[in-house]
Every structure is written in C-alpha cells, then in structure tokens.
C-alpha cells in the first residue's frame, strides 16, 4: 500500500467522523523514542524512518515536521508521497499548531490517539486552538486502517540487573522515591516511561529494540508498589526481587482499570505521560504534575555504575581499535558496504564480555551519506566503500555493566584540505568542551558554545545537540540533562553521563562528528564556590589523517597526547599483533 492510499483511507476514515485533523506523534503508551514495531506509526503511514517527528493530516494537506538531524534523510524518504516536509526549528517554517489554525474552520475537530500523545502536547493543543473553538478528541483512527498491524507476542524475559551493578537496591530506590513524594505532598506516583520503570526496579528486558527495557507501569504509594506487567516475561529471580521488595504483580492489561480505583489521593505523574492515564484518572483536581523523581535519581550515576562505565569504555575501546584497524586496513583491498562495515563491527562487539547488544542502529556514512546525520544504511542498495573519501562511524554498544556510544571520522583515502580543516574544527569543539570547568548551578545550554564556538568563527555549525544523557545498561538517549542551543532548566550535576559530540555537515559531500562520553564530577571548590569538570570515559583514538594540526592550540595539542597517552595505558595490554602496532601509531605523540 503507497502513502497516498494510506492517506485517502486515513481521510475517508476523518470524514466519517467530522474530523477536521489528524495529528499521528510518534510515540507509544510509554512515550517512548525508540518504538515497538506495533506503537510505530508514523513511520508506516508517511514512510519516514527518523526517531523523531510527527505527521498532520486536513482534508488538503499532509505535512511532517522533523528537526536538524533529519533534514537531509527526510526529503529522500518522502519523496512521491505527497507529504509536504517542515524544519521544525528553520525561520519562515510555521509552528504545527499555527498551521493547524490556518487550515481549520472554526469550530473543528482535530483528533489524536490518546495513548500515544503526551498530556502535555494534549493541553497545549487544547489551549492553543480554544480560541477558535477548535475541540481536541481522541479517535485511534490507524488502529482500523493499519491492518497488517503485529503486535509482538514474543515473551521477551524480564531479569535482574544486580545491586552489584545496579549500586543500590530496590528497596532502597523506593524509599528515596516515597521521601520525594512526602516532599511533594503526593500519596500516588504513576510512572509509566519505561527506563524509569526498568531503573527504579533493578530489572531489565528487551521489548524495544537496543533499550534493554519492558513494556510496563508502576502505581506507586506511601506503602504499596506495583508493576503492571506481561507476568510470562517475569524470570524466577526476578519475581523474587519484587516479592522481597515488597512488589506487587500485576498484568500489564490491567493498568487502567486499576486506574478508575484510584480515588481521594493527590497523584504525582509526569505530564510527558500518555493523555489516556489522565482520562482514566477519576480524581483530576488532585493531579501533580511534575517530573518523575527517579528520572534525576537515574541521571546522577552512584560510583557503581560510574565503574561500571569505565570497564566497558575499556573492554568497547579493545573492540573500536580492532574494528578500526580492520576497516582502514582492509578498505579499497575487500569488497564492503555500509551495512556489513556495521555488521563487522557487531560481530566483533558480540566477543566482548556481557556484551547484550547494541545500544542503537549503527551509523555508518560513507562519502556523503555522512552528512545524513542519523543515516541508516539498507542491507539492499548499501553504498560500496573503497580506499578514498571519509567514513563516519557512529555505535554503541549495551553490556551488562554499561552502556557505550561513540563516534569516529576516519580517512579511508585521499581527502580534501576542506575536509581536514572542517574535521579540525569540529575536533577543537569536542576538546574545548572536554576541558572546561563550570560552577555548580551550570546548565548545558552554558556549555553548548564551547563546542560550537571554532565552527561558529567560521560561520559555520550543526543542527543537533552537543551532548545528550547516557543510561547505566539502559536507554542511549536519556534525561533530564542535555547540552544543547535549546533551554533546559536541569543543572549538570556529579554522576551525570553525557555525549560530547559538536558536528558539521556538508550535504552530498561529507559528515564529520568526533564523540566521547564524559562524567560531571567535582573539580574543587574555590572562593568562588564549588566547581565541576567532565572525566573522559571514552577510550579509542583519533584519526590524524583527518587533522590540520596547524590549526590546534598546544593546549589542544597536549589534550589529545594526554588522550592519546591514557589509550595507550588502558588499550594496549589486549592488542597484540598488526592491531597493536597500528594502535601504538595512532597513539604517538603529534
């Protein structure tokens, strides 16, 4: 079935029910960012495979609007479907809610799915269209059109993720949660995002794609837990964990009937969690809405998970090194695509120890499928990679003591002046970055020049975020903290882990990113107060056949030999052979 025949169905479907617009998010009960195969949506109506954006539907018009990351990859995937593209984020592109009132008449209807629209995005929506008594309803209208629809029975197992790498717990997670709630004043808490769910619990499961999370929800209260959940997935252990923590179990299909028990209590619940959870609620007055209180709890690594961190940066940097020196060795000398470049680095995660999976879909860009910023290469029409031009390598890996992200430009031949000073530009970003020191109070948007500030004296940047959070074995992507241009009020704080990843693209021609994870810890405190600094966890070298050296600072310059010089400390007692000479190259002093 084409995206116009989704289309005509989807309107035929509007049209039997007045509606006037239909809004498909891409989420799922949980509001998730990477989707079960079943929750994804917007991807099958408009053909767009990005992990963000989000399809409006009139009677005339179909519009998706995407940020940055996707401005090269969109166009390509809706090509021919009549979809009409918005860089959420460019001047001149209309907010989606401005578009929906100029489309409307008033007195319209526009029409969501419920359970996968944030409360947030509900009420502002609600708000935003009052004024032209334009009504918001919810209507799961693709559940009838998408019939070719799977919903996983696959009995994926929920299992223990120790309190020996966990660093504290359940028990102890609760009690921390339920003092928050007294704090607040709150005598039900509702979490429904799924790393929060898997975090708070010690638990662990596979029902979405590289998150090492399950389908699940908590009703929280000052003496009772329980976790709604597909009790076949429950491993032994893991039934005795909750059992000993004083975990109730329930099925998952039961969570919104529990709900209209709920009565005469003051609920705390995020507002990013799904607009059918506050319809279910019968007592609406005594809603707080606020963050989950295990989400920072989650963000600030205890120095178990820390540890956990640094030995898989080790035991994934082992892994880099190999598949580095594979792909520079081999390339223009073997047949190879993209996508077995990124199966060749999959299978050599997989001889690391507790290695689970990947973190995400690796990136590999080749040429000037590089500057398709969250590029995923097809096994079917993969690009060929030979000896000549640059590749950008972004993957991660999920053990069992951590989670890995990582990202590497290489030059795989010849390569223009251009290019080596762009990638020396981005690298003087990435460095500057890794060695700032802040006060205490500092916010990510603070810090987001520090990276830019080398491409931006060139008129220069990129369209994406500088930094965003990392899980201990969970999801790649995690809140509350970010670096970025965009305003977060969460201040950086001790234990939290996030990407150091300045960019920039040129499209058709080439994408460079240089990225490292980095912890926040303590630096010293002065007259001036308590100040903070990032700890490099990353182990695995540059390329410096991508590198103008001209152009570094000797600053920069004794950044990346102490690097360097630290890989080499760290990387070099497991290589052996051709890999260990290459490496101890790659590692000289400049």
Same mark, same amino acid.
């Given at each position: 079935? #084409?995206?116009?025949?989704?289309?005509?169905?989807? %309107?035929?479907? @509007?049209?039997?029910?007045?509606?006037?617009?239909? $809004?498909?998010?891409?989420?799922?009960?949980? @509001?998730?960012?990477?989707?079960?195969?079943?929750?994804?949506?917007?991807?099958?109506?408009?053909?767009?495979?990005?992990?963000?954006?989000?399809? +409006?539907?009139?009677?005339?018009?179909?519009?998706?609007?995407?940020?940055? %990351?996707?401005?090269?990859?969109?166009?390509?995937?809706l090509e021919g479907s009549g979809i009409k593209l918005m860089k959420d984020g460019v001047e001149g592109t209309p907010h989606y809610m401005d578009w929906i009132i100029s489309a409307l008449p008033e007195g319209g209807t526009v029409a969501v799915n419920a359970l996968a629209t944030s409360n947030t995005s509900w009420t502002a929506l609600e708000q935003k269209l009052a004024p032209k008594?334009?009504?918001?309803?919810?209507? /799961?209208?693709?559940?009838?059109?998408w019939t070719a629809r799977v919903t996983d029975q696959t009995k994926n197992p929920v299992f223990v993720h120790p309190v020996e790498r966990a660093g504290r717990s359940v028990s102890q997670k609760l009690q921390d949660i339920r003092q928050k709630m007294r704090e607040m004043d709150a005598s039900v808490h509702i979490i429904s995002s799924l790393d929060d769910v898997a975090?708070?619990?010690?638990? !662990?499961?596979?029902?979405?794609?590289?998150?090492?999370?399950?389908?699940?929800?908590?009703?929280?209260? =000052?003496?009772?837990? +329980?976790?709604?959940?597909? #009790?076949?997935?429950?491993?032994?252990?893991?039934?005795?964990?909750?059992?000993? &923590?004083?975990?109730?179990?329930?099925?998952?299909?039961?969570?919104?009937?529990?709900? =209209?028990?709920?009565?005469?209590? =003051?609920?705390?619940?995020?507002?990013?969690?799904?607009?059918?959870?506050?319809?279910?609620?019968?007592?609406?007055?005594?809603?707080?809405? &606020?963050?989950? /209180?295990?989400?920072?709890m989650k963000a600030q690594k205890?120095?178990?998970?820390?540890?956990?961190? !640094?030995?898989? @940066?080790?035991?994934?940097?082992?892994? @880099?090194?190999?598949?580095?020196?594979?792909?520079?060795?081999?390339?223009?000398?073997?047949?190879?695509?993209?996508?077995?470049?990124?199966r060749k680095l999959l299978e050599l995660r997989k001889e690391g120890k507790n290695f689970v999976g990947e973190s995400f879909g690796s990136i590999v860009g080749y040429g000037g499928n590089g500057a398709i910023v969250h590029y995923s290469a097809?096994?079917?029409?993969? =690009?060929?990679?030979?000896?000549?031009?640059?590749?950008l390598v972004d993957s991660g890996g999920q053990y069992l003591e951590g989670t890995t992200d990582i990202t590497r430009t290489l030059a795989l031949g010849a390569v223009t002046d251009e290019f080596r000073r762009d990638c020396t530009l981005v690298l003087k970003g990435m460095i500057q970055l890794s060695m700032v020191k802040f006060p205490r109070g500092? %916010?990510? +948007?603070?810090?987001?020049?520090?990276?830019r500030m080398a491409l931006w004296k060139e008129g220069k940047d990129y369209a994406h975020g500088t930094g965003h959070g990392v899980g201990s074995f969970m999801n790649v992507h995690e809140g509350p903290q970010n670096i970025r241009k965009d305003m977060n009020d969460q201040e950086l704080l001790p234990g939290m882990v996030v990407s150091n990843e300045p960019g920039f693209y040129l499209e058709?021609?080439?994408? $460079?990113?240089?990225?490292?994870?980095?912890?926040? %810890?303590e630096w010293k405190k002065t007259d001036s107060g308590v100040f903070y600094e990032f700890e490099t966890l990353t182990v695995c070298p540059f390329d410096r056949k991508v590198l103008d050296l001209d152009l570094l600072t000797p600053q920069e310059k004794e950044w990346l030999n102490n690097y360097h010089s630290w890989c080499r400390e760290k990387l070099e007692k497991d290589l052996e052979g051709g890999v260990r000479e290459w490496f101890l190259e790659q590692v000289k002093p400049l």
């Amino acid at each position: 079935m #084409t995206t116009d025949n989704k289309l005509s169905l989807l %309107r035929q479907a @509007m049209a039997k029910e007045n509606i006037d617009c239909f $809004i498909v998010f891409s989420a799922d009960p949980h @509001m998730s960012e990477y989707l079960p195969a079943e929750w994804q949506e917007r991807a099958w109506l408009s053909g767009f495979t990005g992990s963000a954006g989000f399809v +409006v539907v009139t009677e005339d018009e179909a519009a998706l609007w995407t940020d940055g %990351r996707y401005f090269v990859q969109a166009p390509a995937e809706l090509e021919g479907s009549g979809i009409k593209l918005m860089k959420d984020g460019v001047e001149g592109t209309p907010h989606y809610m401005d578009w929906i009132i100029s489309a409307l008449p008033e007195g319209g209807t526009v029409a969501v799915n419920a359970l996968a629209t944030s409360n947030t995005s509900w009420t502002a929506l609600e708000q935003k269209l009052a004024p032209k008594n334009i009504k918001v309803i919810d209507r /799961p209208l693709l559940k009838e059109i998408w019939t070719a629809r799977v919903t996983d029975q696959t009995k994926n197992p929920v299992f223990v993720h120790p309190v020996e790498r966990a660093g504290r717990s359940v028990s102890q997670k609760l009690q921390d949660i339920r003092q928050k709630m007294r704090e607040m004043d709150a005598s039900v808490h509702i979490i429904s995002s799924l790393d929060d769910v898997a975090w708070t619990l010690n638990l !662990r499961g596979s029902d979405v794609e590289a998150n090492p999370v399950f389908l699940g929800y908590i009703v929280l209260t =000052k003496n009772d837990a +329980v976790l709604f959940v597909d #009790t076949e997935k429950l491993q032994p252990e893991a039934v005795k964990q909750l059992e000993e &923590a004083g975990v109730e179990i329930k099925a998952y299909d039961s969570f919104f009937a529990y709900l =209209k028990e709920i009565n005469d209590h =003051k609920i705390l619940i995020s507002a990013n969690s799904n607009q059918s959870i506050f319809e279910a609620l019968q007592a609406q007055n005594n809603i707080i809405k &606020a963050p989950v /209180p295990g989400n920072l709890m989650k963000a600030q690594k205890n120095e178990t998970e820390l540890e956990g961190f !640094r030995t898989v @940066m080790q035991r994934d940097g082992v892994t @880099m090194v190999k598949f580095l020196y594979w792909l520079t060795q081999n390339a223009g000398k073997e047949p190879m695509t993209e996508y077995s470049i990124g199966r060749k680095l999959l299978e050599l995660r997989k001889e690391g120890k507790n290695f689970v999976g990947e973190s995400f879909g690796s990136i590999v860009g080749y040429g000037g499928n590089g500057a398709i910023v969250h590029y995923s290469a097809k096994e079917q029409g993969s =690009k060929e990679v030979t000896d000549n031009g640059s590749i950008l390598v972004d993957s991660g890996g999920q053990y069992l003591e951590g989670t890995t992200d990582i990202t590497r430009t290489l030059a795989l031949g010849a390569v223009t002046d251009e290019f080596r000073r762009d990638c020396t530009l981005v690298l003087k970003g990435m460095i500057q970055l890794s060695m700032v020191k802040f006060p205490r109070g500092t %916010r990510g +948007v603070q810090l987001d020049a520090f990276a830019r500030m080398a491409l931006w004296k060139e008129g220069k940047d990129y369209a994406h975020g500088t930094g965003h959070g990392v899980g201990s074995f969970m999801n790649v992507h995690e809140g509350p903290q970010n670096i970025r241009k965009d305003m977060n009020d969460q201040e950086l704080l001790p234990g939290m882990v996030v990407s150091n990843e300045p960019g920039f693209y040129l499209e058709n021609e080439y994408g $460079i990113r240089h990225e490292n994870l980095v912890a926040v %810890r303590e630096w010293k405190k002065t007259d001036s107060g308590v100040f903070y600094e990032f700890e490099t966890l990353t182990v695995c070298p540059f390329d410096r056949k991508v590198l103008d050296l001209d152009l570094l600072t000797p600053q920069e310059k004794e950044w990346l030999n102490n690097y360097h010089s630290w890989c080499r400390e760290k990387l070099e007692k497991d290589l052996e052979g051709g890999v260990r000479e290459w490496f101890l190259e790659q590692v000289k002093p400049l």
